[in-house]
């Protein structure tokens, strides 16, 4: 394009060495939008006809202006908070949307660099991506703000030109502060994680005291009795059928199993509706994704459990888009699944039938990413129906830029991760074993990526440590690693675009071409 070419000769003839990302451009309102890289700086630039209406561009923020000839003009804008809500604005492709039943992919990025490779992996195979996917605790522990968040991806949803939709997945949320926060961010799909409320210990308590709690349950919240409950749900079969009527579940509670159901979720079901209350108030008449997730729990969730949740409810008209059960078997952090997969396919096809007939939502699979071995099972029995969330993963793969380019400083963060790995694996069920991880003065350079990032010990302790490697500063105050990972990130791009959407892709095509 003549306009780009003449922006780029321009600052060529001025000593200025740009990148232009040719995706970017953008022909609206008479003028011409694309991004540009300075240095590690990328700037919005907008190319316009002398003699038009500059208040068209009012709304961004401007540190430079120019001419490139007679007949046009420029601005070029920081790539900044305020310039992003007005990128939003101006360009809706750039803003998150609700996305409903559509089966998903959450691409979580705790640098704020790699959502272009996640849009590259999702073009490839046309899923739809929640590009914008983090939790809270992530948030906090990269000192992300959720606009922060929802800015880094449409920056990039507009350097890619990537117009094919995406969600913005606000996780694990607890409190009320927290959706507030992330509603006035934009995010626009909102996972409940009621555990706190959940009684794990619903298992082990004998009947006497099952009645006790049962008894405490807050059934005024709830909008029922605990002798309702007993009314709905005992003396009758719940029969579940494929539509193709080949498989076929009939569940029954007993006192026992219904007892312990409740106890160990009402009081989040009820946690849920307050939320979901908040929720409704601040969209007001507008749309949002709902997602509960009950997967962390010491034990699976059963059958009988799963079909209380989804009748509990219904009962209290919460529509929900998706549901996170705890699965059989281990979800361990950055590697594959552990279990049996026989055991696992039985159960899952299962929860999947109660999912499709309760329904209507997805199956949501929680630390999703690397779990290889199951993704052709999720396939084969659910790819309309699944929401799988992959997060650290990148943070892994972003890793190996720099176990390649600048592999001192990859030694630097393998030494402060294993300082920091007992404090930060507290919040996680890991079976890393320090002592089977080789000492990084042992290990040769050519060797870093195979040792640390292909092999599960390396890759769990790298993963937990993320927070502390990412707001680690020195006595002065400044940045220990942040700075230097995004620099090298940057020098590497194209590359690293490549590496996180290969991997990316991986789990993708083992899911939807099963």
């Known amino acids: 394009m003549r306009v780009i070419q003449a922006f780029k000769e321009s600052f060529k003839r001025r000593g200025r060495s740009i990148k232009i990302y040719e995706s970017s451009v953008t022909e609206k309102d008479n003028a011409i939008f694309f991004l540009i890289r300075e240095g590690y700086d990328k700037k919005l630039v907008i190319v316009y006809q002398s003699g038009s209406n500059e208040e068209v561009y009012k709304g961004f923020i401007v540190e430079e202006k120019g001419r490139l000839d007679n007949v046009l003009n420029y601005k070029i804008c920081p790539c900044n908070g305020r310039n992003a809500a007005e990128l939003r604005r101006r360009f809706p492709f750039t803003k998150p949307r609700v996305m409903g039943l559509t089966p998903a992919m959450g691409m979580g990025d705790r640098i704020g660099l ?97 009645r006790r709690r049962f008894d405490n349950l807050p059934w005024r ?94 009962r209290l008209n919460v529509r929900i888009q998706g549901l996170a059960l705890r699965f059989v078997g281990i979800f361990e952090k950055a590697i594959d699944y552990i279990g049996d997969l026989k055991e696992f396919e039985k159960t899952f096809q299962q929860h999947v039938l109660i999912a499709r007939r309760l329904g209507s939502y997805k199956l949501s699979i929680h630390s999703g990413s690397d779990k290889f071995s199951i993704y052709p099972i999720l396939g084969r029995y659910a790819k309309d129906i699944i929401h799988l969330k992959t997060s650290g993963t990148s943070y892994l793969e972003s890793l190996r830029i720099i176990a390649r380019h600048d592999p001192q400083l990859f030694r630097e963060i393998v030494r402060y991760s294993i300082k920091h790995f007992e404090e930060d694996k507290k919040t996680y069920h890991l079976s890393t074993d320090l002592s089977a991880i080789p000492l990084i003065d042992n290990v040769p350079d050519k060797n870093l990526e195979e040792t640390y990032l292909n092999d599960k010990f390396g890759r769990q302790m790298l993963h937990v440590t993320y927070g502390s490697v990412l707001t680690a500063k020195t006595k002065d105050g400044e940045w220990l690693f942040r700075d230097r990972i995004r620099k090298v990130l940057i020098d590497n791009e194209e590359e690293f675009y490549q590496t996180i959407s290969k991997h990316i892709e991986r789990h993708i095509k083992s899911i939807v071409q099963t």
């Open 114 to 210: 790699s959502t272009p490779g996640h849009i590259r992996a999702a073009r490839k195979f046309g899923i739809f991506p929640v590009l914008a996917q983090q939790s809270i605790r992530e948030m906090k522990r990269t000192l992300r703000s959720p606009e922060d968040v929802i800015n880094d991806v449409s920056w990039a949803v507009f350097q890619e030109g990537y117009r094919d939709g995406f969600a913005a997945d606000a996780d694990h949320l607890k409190t009320e502060e927290d959706v507030k926060a992330c509603f006035e961010a934009g995010f626009t799909m909102y996972t409940i994680d009621p555990s706190d409320y959940v009684d794990d210990e619903a298992d082990k308590y004998d009947l006497k005291e099952l």
């Open 221 to 314: 919240e709830l909008a029922c009795s605990g002798k309702d409950i007993l009314k709905m749900y005992l003396g009758k079969e719940f029969k579940i059928e494929s539509e193709d009527g080949r498989h076929v579940l009939r569940l029954a509670f007993s006192e026992e199993d219904l007892l312990r159901a409740a106890v160990k979720y009402s009081a989040a079901i009820a946690h849920t509706l307050r939320l979901k209350r908040l929720l409704d108030d601040l969209f007001k008449d507008k749309q949002y994704d709902l997602e509960v997730s009950v997967d962390e729990t010491d034990t699976p969730t059963s059958l009988l459990e799963h079909l209380f949740i989804s009748l509990e409810f219904k």
